[in-house]
């Protein structure tokens, strides 16, 4: 009795296991590589506009930075693809998907790529000195 219940369950999870893994893997990879891509270019985008001595395009990169990082991914994905059909705007999952990792992405990969662009102070620098 033990071995035909295990050797269903085998059956079910090899019938059932495989398919939604492969499933997973055909749609995960793409979508992390994407989202990775424009992301980080998003970020530089972000990173520049803060760091541009242009006030409205300053302030503009300040809110972006504030609602999204303020904000919960999941949220984000649900007023993205439920909350924007109200507005007549529909968008297929993966591109859903797309659009609501690179948003929430953004923010949080510019505090990444800020650093190379920014000027140490002299006297932030001199404790590094002493160091070596």
């Known amino acids: 009795m033990a071995t035909d219940r295990t050797e269903r369950i085998i059956g079910i999870l090899g019938d059932s296991f495989?398919?939604?893994?492969?499933?997973?893997?055909?749609?995960?990879?793409?979508?992390t590589l994407i989202t990775f891509v424009l992301g980080l270019s998003l970020a530089l985008l972000v990173a520049l506009a803060r760091l541009s001595g242009f006030g409205p395009?300053?302030?503009?990169?300040r809110f972006?930075?504030?609602?999204?990082?303020?904000?919960p991914?999941?949220?984000?994905?649900?007023?993205l693809f439920y909350?924007?059909?109200?507005l007549g705007i529909t968008l297929d999952p993966f591109p859903?998907?797309?659009?609501?990792?690179?948003?929430?992405?953004g923010p949080i990969a510019r505090r990444l790529s800020a650093p190379p662009f920014c000027?140490?102070?002299k006297d932030k620098g001199r404790p590094l000195i002493r160091w070596g």
């Open 18 to 31: 495989f398919p939604i893994l492969q499933a997973g893997l055909y749609y995960t990879i793409p979508l």
């Open 57 to 61: 395009l300053t302030a503009l990169a």
């Open 64 to 71: 972006y930075v504030w609602i999204f990082r303020g904000t």
């Open 73 to 79: 991914l999941l949220v984000q994905l649900f007023i």
């Open 83 to 86: 909350g924007f059909p109200s």
């Open 96 to 105: 859903a998907a797309v659009i609501g990792f690179t948003l929430n992405k």
């Open 119 to 121: 000027r140490f102070r």
